[in-house]
């Protein structure tokens, strides 16, 4: 047994009064959902903690050989500016973006009947989270309102870096499709908000 399990294989001594049934636990890390499911349906791994795509739980839930459960997770998706460079620099314009995305739409288009809005960097399943779903929720008349008087009465142009796993790039595409958003793209990250 690997020393590091040690204190993990005493603790379930002492709570169930035997030993472990396994001899130790190897932990992997898919960033490819596709290849995590894989690795699931050919007993590559033996269980995974979470789906990173809810279109992929109808191979488990119709398949009697997997146990699906539901839960909270205390994974987000969020957006963060840099403030310190222009045109993020302007609380205008970081409100104008926030509101110019509709989040119901986009949790929606991601997560299907799964995920909640929390509006926070802290999930609900923290006792100091504060529902902040109001604050500066989906209006994109407002949000043109806002960049007009932030002086972009065009729009203007931005590159969104998103990590290259799943739901990260599916997120930037929803983001530059859109209305008055991704209008003129090079790469699926450069946005244009408009």
Known sequence: MAPWLQPVADSCRQLLGSSPTNAGVVFNYFTDATALNN?????????????????ALAQFTDNPDFTVTNGQSTTKEL???????????????????????????????????YGTLIGSFVPPTDP???????????????????????????????????????????????????????RRHRQHQHHHCQ
């Open 79 to 113: 957006m963060a500016f840099n403030d310190r460079v222009a045109p993020f620099d302007k609380v205008e314009v970081r409100k104008a973006v926030a509101r110019a995305i509709d989040d119901k739409k986009l949790l929606e288009s991601i997560w299907g009947d």
């Open 128 to 182: 100091w989270y504060v529902d902040l779903t109001a604050v500066d929720a989906y209006d994109p008349d407002s949000a043109k309102a806002m960049l007009t008087e932030a002086g972009y009465p065009d729009g203007f142009t931005f590159t969104l870096d998103t990590p290259d796993y799943d739901p990260h790039p599916i997120v930037a595409e929803f983001i530059k499709s859109e209305p008055g958003q991704g």
């Open 39 to 55: 690795a699931l349906l050919t007993g590559a791994v033996d269980i995974i903690t979470s789906v990173q795509s809810p279109d």
